[in-house]
T-cell receptor, first 115, second 115 residues
Framework: AQTVTQSQPEMSVQEAETVTLSCTYD???????LFWYKQPPSRQMILVIR??????QNATENRFSVNFQKAAKSFSLKISDSQLGDTAMYFC????????????FGQGTILTVHP | GAVVSQHPSWVICKSGTSVKIECRSL??????MFWYRQFPKQSLMLMAT?????????EQGVEKDKFLINHASLTLSTLTVTSAHPEDSSFYIC???????????FGPGTRLTVL
C-alpha cells in the first residue's frame, strides 16, 4: 500500500514571496503519478501540477514548480510570487499506474498568504 | 472540458431520513467514479469506487448499507445516505476518471447537514 505524508499542517507566507510545501511518499511501485491539488475556501479541488514518475524533468506550471526526487521519494511544491488567491489547503496525492485512477492523499497543508 | 457536477450543493435533512447526492460527468464518459468524505481542515477520505454497471467497492470501515452507491450510466453516479444521523454531517465529494487517462476530475462537493 502507498502512503503520502505532508508534515506541515500549516504554513504562511507574505505576498510576493516564495514558499515550499513538503511531501514524501512511500511505494514499491516504479510507474506512478504524483499530483498537487489546491482546495480554496470554496472547497472545489483544483489540479495544480502533475508529475509522471518516469520523467526526470520537474514539472512547472507558471508560478508553481515541483522538486521531484524519485530516489528519496520526495515531491515538494514551490510557489513563487505568492498571491492572496493562493490561500488554500494543498494536498499531495499519489496514483499508481493502472489503478483506475485511484488517488492516495496526504494530510494536507493549509497555506495562508498575508498581504 | 472534463467537468463534473454534483447536486445538490447543500442539503439539510432531519435525522432518520435518506438523502441522495448525484454526481455527473458533463462532457465525458467516466469509466470510474469515486466518492469521498471530508471533515473540516482534514484530508479527503475515500469511501468507495464505482464502475458503471457493477457494484461499488467500499473502503474498509465504510458501511455499504449506510452509503448506497449506484453507478447507473457512464455519466451518472449517486450516493444515498440512508437513515441519516447527525454524525453523517460532512462534505461529500465525487470525482471521475476516463479510462487510461490517469487523472481524476472533481465535482464541487455537497455539504450535508443532518439535524
Amino acid at each position: 500500500a502507498q502512503t503520502v505524508t505532508q508534515s506541515q499542517p500549516e504554513m504562511s507566507v507574505q505576498e510576493a514571496e516564495t514558499v515550499t510545501l513538503s511531501c514524501t511518499y512511500d511505494t514499491s511501485e516504479n510507474n506512478y503519478y504524483l499530483f498537487w491539488y489546491k482546495q480554496p475556501p470554496s472547497r472545489q479541488m483544483i489540479l495544480v501540477i502533475r508529475q509522471e514518475a518516469y520523467k526526470q524533468q520537474n514539472a512547472t506550471e507558471n508560478r508553481f514548480s515541483v522538486n521531484f526526487q524519485k530516489a528519496a521519494k520526495s515531491f515538494s511544491l514551490k510557489i513563487s510570487d505568492s498571491q492572496l488567491g493562493d490561500t488554500a489547503m494543498y494536498f499531495c496525492a499519489f496514483m499508481k499506474e493502472g489503478s483506475y485512477g485511484k488517488l492516495t492523499f496526504g494530510q494536507g497543508t493549509i497555506l495562508t498568504v498575508h498581504p | 472540458g472534463a467537468v463534473v457536477s454534483q447536486h445538490p450543493s447543500w442539503v439539510i435533512c432531519k435525522s432518520g431520513t435518506s438523502v441522495k447526492i448525484e454526481c455527473r460527468s458533463l462532457d465525458f464518459q467516466a469509466t470510474t467514479m469515486f466518492w469521498y468524505r471530508q471533515f473540516p481542515k482534514q484530508s479527503l477520505m475515500l469511501m468507495a469506487t464505482s464502475n458503471e454497471g457493477s457494484k461499488a467497492t467500499y473502503e474498509q470501515g465504510v458501511e455499504k448499507d449506510k452509503f448506497l452507491i449506484n453507478h447507473a450510466s457512464l455519466t451518472l453516479s449517486t450516493l444515498t445516505v440512508t437513515s441519516a444521523h447527525p454524525e453523517d454531517s460532512s462534505f461529500y465529494i465525487c470525482s471521475a476518471t476516463i479510462q487510461n487517462y490517469n487523472e481524476q476530475f472533481f465535482g464541487p462537493g455537497t455539504r450535508l447537514t443532518v439535524l
